[in-house]
């Protein structure tokens, strides 16, 4: 092993790789959420579907798509490896032990609620992102594929909604610890500027979930 | 259980206490009566006085880690009733008074739990992977020449503040004992930074940051993921500020060092 990947595989080299991947798939939940907000423009889904258009044919969009698989990719394979190795840090458990009183729950569960997120991609892009790129799907008024129709389809369903919504609130609570703890990984933590990203990873945190869980949401009750 | 003795009325308690015969043999939890404690006992107290009725019925005393009981030496180790060195915030199990604990508790005792840290009997835990980290490069190499004057290199206060607060860590090891992922990253960065802010300790800042967590992730400590139980336990109050300086020098070293092996 070089230098270089030795000290990514130390415990603070995969840390670093699961904070720097975390705050870029940050930065991709964004893009996501401005473009989904077509699905509210109440336009029987041209907007929405002349987006999906545009991110289907971008080829600078279709290499970001590489680019962020590969960040799905490593962040989860660098969190498993880390979260196996601290369960076998501990072999015997202890009887009795309150991390409650010292330490925040969505911290000590940040692998429970990533696998959930996984769980949610997974049906997500089987739903979504497959169907588009290879089922047979109807035109719209435009003339554009019709995944607009694909999404009042999918969230006609009460069971599709609960997935998406509690998804979204373990994405929340992962994010929550998970914001900060990636600046405090990369080792920024001061006074002057730590309480206002901590400030800011909440406000994001609960903004960006929220926008995402609204969608399934209105579909089911308001359309 | 929390709930605080105001008055000295003795107490009679109920322990459930971690028995092991050794390194190699199981253990497992053991029921005691304690009786006639008086709130003004440190906990290690109300432990000899189970101790001295141990031994009065002839049997084994419990073993268990101390020294200066003044909490300066962190040998005194002790799960109790699921918080590192009991339920009081910023004490060693030695500082902590049995007035915290109301008549009638049951009081569950354990010993520290890492796989780098191994049960020696009972509750008395062998922590020298500690002290091999330390060995590792939590040192600064004075080779030749005379003693050096005091003060003869200025240091800002500031500074000099931050690396004695640093340097207060009595490796105690209640940071890894209440870590989830049993992580002795709070300890490790507390030597890392107490050294890389002094002038003497800048000379050797990036072979000691490489060869301390070399040695760390060889002991079989977890990873940090910045849950914080670690800090909220610590007797002294060592800060995750710490951890971020030791991330930093992680990363300066490995990018910068010498070091290609
Ligand atoms: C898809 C499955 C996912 C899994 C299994 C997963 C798992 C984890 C784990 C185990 C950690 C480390 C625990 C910790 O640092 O406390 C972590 C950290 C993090 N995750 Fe995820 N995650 C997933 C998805 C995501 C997504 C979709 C995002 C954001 C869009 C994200 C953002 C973050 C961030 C910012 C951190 C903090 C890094 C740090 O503390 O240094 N994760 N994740
Ligand atoms: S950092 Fe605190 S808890 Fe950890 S060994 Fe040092 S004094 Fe003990
Ligand atoms: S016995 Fe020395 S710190 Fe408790």
Same mark, same amino acid.
């Given at each position: 092993?070089?230098?270089?990947?030795?000290?990514?595989?130390?415990?603070?080299?995969?840390?670093?790789?699961?904070?720097?991947?975390?705050?870029?798939?940050?930065?991709?939940?964004?893009?996501?959420?401005?473009?989904?907000?077509?699905?509210?423009?109440?336009?029987?889904?041209?907007?929405?579907?002349?987006?999906?258009?545009?991110?289907?044919?971008?080829?600078?969009?279709?290499?970001?798509?590489?680019?962020?698989?590969?960040?799905?990719?490593?962040? &989860?394979?660098? !969190?498993?490896? /880390?979260?196996?190795?601290? #369960? $076998? +840090?501990?072999?015997?458990?202890?009887?009795?032990? %309150?991390?409650?009183?010292?330490?925040?729950?969505?911290?000590?569960?940040?692998?429970?609620?990533?696998?959930?997120?996984?769980?949610?991609?997974?049906?997500?892009?089987?739903?979504?992102?497959?169907?588009?790129?290879?089922?047979?799907?109807?035109?719209?008024?435009?003339?554009?594929?019709?995944?607009?129709?694909?999404?009042?389809?999918?969230?006609?369903?009460?069971?599709?909604?609960?997935?998406?919504?509690?998804?979204? &609130?373990?994405? !929340?609570?992962? /994010?929550?610890?998970?914001? #900060? $703890? +990636?600046?405090?990984?990369?080792?920024?933590?001061? %006074?002057?500027?730590?309480?206002?990203?901590?400030?800011?990873?909440?406000?994001?945190?609960?903004?960006?979930?929220?926008?995402?869980?609204?969608?399934?949401?209105?579909?089911?009750?308001?359309? | 259980?929390?709930?605080?003795?105001?008055?000295?009325?003795?107490?009679?308690?109920?322990?459930?206490?971690?028995?092991?015969?050794?390194?190699?043999?199981?253990?497992?939890?053991?029921?005691?009566?304690?009786?006639?404690?008086?709130?003004?006992?440190?906990?290690?107290?109300?432990?000899?006085?189970?101790?001295?009725?141990?031994?009065?019925?002839?049997?084994?005393?419990?073993?268990?880690?101390?020294?200066?009981?003044?909490?300066?030496?962190?040998?005194?180790?002790?799960?109790?009733?699921?918080?590192?060195?009991?339920?009081?915030?910023?004490?060693?199990?030695?500082?902590?008074?049995?007035?915290?604990?109301?008549?009638?508790?049951?009081?569950?005792?354990?010993?520290?739990?890492?796989?780098?840290?191994?049960?020696?009997?009972?509750?008395?835990?062998?922590?020298?992977?500690?002290?091999?980290?330390?060995?590792?490069?939590?040192?600064?190499?004075?080779?030749?020449?005379?003693?050096?004057?005091?003060?003869?290199?200025?240091?800002?206060?500031?500074?000099?503040?931050?690396?004695?607060?640093?340097?207060?860590?009595?490796?105690?090891?209640?940071?890894?004992?209440?870590?989830?992922?049993?992580?002795?990253?709070?300890?490790?960065?507390?030597?890392?930074?107490?050294?890389?802010?002094?002038?003497?300790?800048?000379?050797?800042?990036?072979?000691?940051?490489?060869?301390?967590?070399?040695?760390?992730?060889?002991?079989?400590?977890?990873?940090?993921?910045?849950?914080?139980?670690?800090?909220?336990?610590?007797?002294?109050?060592?800060?995750?500020?710490?951890?971020?300086?030791?991330?930093?020098?992680?990363?300066?070293?490995?990018?910068?060092?010498?070091?290609?092996?």
């Amino acid at each position: 092993m070089s230098w270089f990947t030795k000290a990514l595989s130390s415990t603070i080299g995969r840390k670093l790789l699961v904070a720097i991947t975390g705050l870029f798939l940050c930065s991709f939940l964004v893009v996501h959420l401005i473009g989904n907000l077509q699905l509210f423009s109440n336009d029987e889904g041209v907007a929405f579907n002349a987006y999906t258009y545009f991110m289907t044919h971008n080829p600078l969009i279709r290499a970001m798509e590489i680019i962020l698989l590969i960040g799905f990719v490593l962040h &989860i394979y660098e !969190a498993w490896t /880390l979260s196996r190795r601290n #369960q $076998s +840090a501990r072999s015997v458990k202890y009887a009795v032990n %309150k991390l409650e009183e010292n330490s925040a729950w969505s911290s000590r569960n940040m692998g429970l609620l990533g696998t959930v997120i996984f769980i949610f991609l997974l049906v997500h892009l089987y739903n979504f992102y497959f169907k588009l790129k290879f089922g047979e799907l109807g035109l719209d008024a435009a003339g554009n594929k019709n995944l607009y129709a694909i999404t009042i389809e999918a969230f006609s369903h009460w069971w599709y909604v609960a997935l998406y919504v509690i998804s979204m &609130i373990a994405l !929340a609570l992962h /994010l929550i610890h998970g914001f #900060q $703890s +990636a600046f405090q990984t990369l080792g920024l933590n001061h %006074k002057k500027y730590t309480p206002a990203i901590k400030a800011f990873g909440y406000f994001f945190s609960i903004v960006v979930c929220a926008g995402f869980a609204a969608m399934p949401l209105y579909f089911f009750f308001l359309y | 259980m929390a709930g605080n003795n105001p008055n000295s009325t003795p107490m009679n308690l109920t322990l459930k206490v971690w028995r092991q015969k050794n390194a190699n043999t199981p253990g497992q939890l053991v029921t005691y009566k304690v009786n006639e404690i008086s709130p003004d006992m440190s906990f290690l107290e109300m432990f000899d006085v189970l101790n001295e009725d141990l031994l009065r019925q002839g049997q084994e005393p419990i073993a268990f880690d101390h020294d200066c009981r003044e909490g300066i030496c962190g040998m005194c180790s002790m799960y109790i009733n699921g918080r590192a060195h009991g339920p009081e915030k910023g004490t060693t199990t030695c500082q902590l008074h049995m007035r915290k604990f109301k008549d009638g508790d049951t009081i569950v005792v354990e010993p520290w739990r890492a796989n780098a840290f191994t049960v020696h009997k009972d509750l008395s835990v062998d922590r020298s992977a500690l002290d091999r980290i330390q060995q590792a490069g939590g040192y600064v190499s004075v080779n030749t020449g005379g003693v050096p004057d005091a003060n003869e290199i200025p240091i800002p206060k500031s500074i000099a503040d931050k690396a004695f607060d640093a340097a207060t860590c009595i490796q105690c090891g209640a940071c890894v004992a209440a870590c989830k992922n049993a992580s002795a990253m709070l300890f490790l960065s507390a030597k890392v930074s107490q050294l890389a802010m002094l002038p003497q300790g800048k000379v050797e800042r990036k072979t000691r940051v490489e060869n301390m967590l070399a040695q760390h992730d060889a002991e079989g400590f977890g990873s940090c993921t910045n849950i914080g139980s670690c800090a909220a336990e610590c007797p002294v109050g060592i800060s995750l500020e710490n951890i971020a300086m030791l991330n930093r020098e992680y990363i300066m070293a490995k990018a910068t060092s010498d070091n290609i092996g």
